[in-house]
C-alpha cells in the first residue's frame, strides 16, 4: 500500500544528475525537516531514557527480586547486545524497505518490553523483557541517523546531527533523575510503565506524520521491483516476479567495517564511551559509599551533570565540525574531536575515579568541594563524549551516505556488543580493585585507542579509504 505521506511536499526530480542530486534535498520544506528530525529524535531517545533511568534504579530492583546489583547489572549487558543485534536488523531492512517501516515496527516491542520489565516477577524474566525492549528500542539511534543523512545537505549534516543527538541524549540527562523520583515515591515499575505509554505515542506519531525519507530509487525494495519489471518486459512470468517476503542478512552491515576509516572511529567511540559506563554502572553503590547518598531521587541528580554534558557537547560538537576544513575532506570533520578523546574524557574519569573512591578519602576527605569536583568531571566526561560521537556519526554517514544506516549500525553493532562483554564485569572490577583503579584503566584507553585513532584517521584518511574500497561516497553525492 503506497504511504500518503511519501510524496508529501515533494517537488519533481530533474533529469540531470547534479539537479537531481540537489533537488533531493528539497523534497521537504525546512518546517517539515524541523518536524521529521523532532519525531525522530523522540525514538532515539527512547533506548537512552529506558537504560538511563535504569541506572539509579538497580539496587532497589536487586532488593525488590532478592539478588545482587552485579546481577542486576547484567541485565545492562543485555539490553546493550539487544541494542546492537536490533540496530544491525534495523539498518539491514531500512535500507532495503525504507525508514518508516522500522520505526512501524520496533515501538511496539519497545512498548511490550517495557511493560514486561514492570510486571517482571524474576530475574529471568526482567532479563527477557529488557532484551525485548532495547531490541525494539534499537532502530532509534542508527535508523535516525540515517533519516538526517536523507534530508540534509553534506554541508548541513553536523549541524542537524548535533540537534539529532542533542535530542536524543536529553534522555541521559534528565532520565536517571527521573527514574530516581519515580522510584522513590512509588516503585521502580512504575517508570517502566511511563516508558511503555511513550513508545505507543510514539507508535502513532510516526504512522500519523512520518513520511518516508529514504531518497527515491535506492531502497532494496525499489531496485528489486524494476529488475523485475524488465525481467517481465522480457518475457518473463508475472507471478514468478512476483514481489513477497525478502529477507535481509542483518549482518550485512558488518562488512562495512573492512573499512580502516569506519573501524578505527568505532574503536575511538568504543573506548571513549566505556568510560562512561564504568562510571555511571557503580555510581549508585560508589556514591553511597563515598558521600552516603541513598535516596533514589538524590542519587538520580548525581548522574544529571553527565547528561547535561551530552546535551552541550552533541550540538557543539556538530557546530564545530560544520565549520572545520575544506568543501570535501570528510576527515576535517572529526578533528573537533580530539579536544574531547585527549583532553575531557581521560582526565575527566581520572578525576572522577580518584574522587569517587572511598580507599582515597584520606587524600581527598568526604567534604563538598570533593563531591562537587565529582560532579564536574561528570559534566566534563559527558560533553566530552558527545564531542566525539557526534561527529563520528557524521563522518560515517559523510562517506557512506547512500548505506548511511546501515554505516551507523556497523558502528553501533560492534562497539555495543563488545560493550555488552566489558559492562558485564564493571561492578565486579570495581568491587575488587576500587573505582580509582577501573578509572584510569578506561581513561588510559580513551586516550591511547580514542584519541591515537582517531588523530590517525583525520591525519592519513584519504590513504585509509584508498587502500580498501567498500563504495565510498564522493562530493558530488554528498
Partial sequence: MTNRHDNEEAVPLLANAPGQHN???????????????????WCGLMPLFASGSFFPTIPDIAKDLNTTGAVVSITISLSVLAASLGALIASSYS?????????????????IGSLLVGLAP?????????FIQAFGASPGLSVGAGVVGDIYRFEERGGAMGIFFAACLLGPAIAPFCGGVVAHLASWRVMQFILAGAGFLGFV?????????SHPGVRGIEKLRQTRQIEEDQGGSLKENHLGWVWVNPLRPLWLLRSPNLLAVTIAGLAVLLTDYVLMTPLPYVFAARYGITNQAYIGLCFLPIGMGSLIGAPLAGFISDRLGGKWYPEDRLRGTLIGAGIFVPLSALGSGLLSDPRLAWLFGHGKAGFIGNLICLFFNGMGVDLVLSPSAAYGVDILHE??????????????????????????FVETAGVAVASAIAAAGA?????????????????????????YSTEESN
Wanted: proline letters at 5%; hydrophobic letters at 50%; one cysteine or more.
Fill in 447 to 471: 586516550w591511547s585507542l580514542g584519541f591515537g585513532l582517531l588523530w590517525l584517521t583525520i591525519r592519513y584518511g584519504e590513504r585509509m579509504r584508498a587502500s580498501i574500497d567498500v563504495g
Fill in 122 to 130: 524474576s530475574v529471568p524474566v526482567l532479563m527477557t523483557a529488557r
Fill in 403 to 428: 548505506r548511511s544506516a546501515e554505516s551507523m549500525a556497523a558502528n553501533n553493532g560492534l562497539r555495543s556488543f563488545i560493550l555488552s562483554i566489558l559492562i558485564a564485569g564493571i561492578i565486579p
Fill in 23 to 41: 533537488a533531493v534535498y528539497d523534497r521537504f520544506s525546512s518546517k517539515k525537516k524541523k518536524s521529521i528530525v523532532a519525531l525522530v529524535s
Fill in 205 to 213: 506519531c510516526i504512522f500519523l506524520f512520518f513520511p518516508e525519507t
Fill in 95 to 111: 535500507s532495503f524497505y525504507g525508514r518508516r517501516p522500522i520505526y512501524l515496527f520496533g515501538l511496539p516491542l519497545l512498548s
